[in-house]
């Protein structure tokens, strides 16, 4: 495993701090855990950006209304 030392805002160690209290072994298991649902998240928002835009290239009529919506918009 690599190890990695970073900075947090006091609110944030405070709960790091805490981590027993949430069920966690230790203060790693916290971070560990936090940092794969993040990805994972990601990963997930990636996947449906994807998807939107694809749906979106291969949809004239929803082109249309997205142009039509923006009409008008400042640049």
């Given at each position: 495993m690599v190890q990695a030392q970073f900075n947090l805002d006091e609110s944030?160690?405070?709960f790091v701090q805490q981590s027993g209290q949430y069920g966690f072994q230790n203060?790693?298991?916290l971070i560990r855990v936090a940092l794969g649902k993040l990805q994972q998240e990601l990963?997930?928002?990636e996947m449906s950006a994807d998807l939107y835009a694809e749906v979106y290239a291969e949809?004239?009529?929803l082109q249309a209304l997205t142009d039509s919506?923006?009409?008008g918009w400042p640049e």
């Open positions: 944030l160690w405070t203060q790693d298991e990963y997930s928002l949809d004239a009529d919506a923006i009409a």
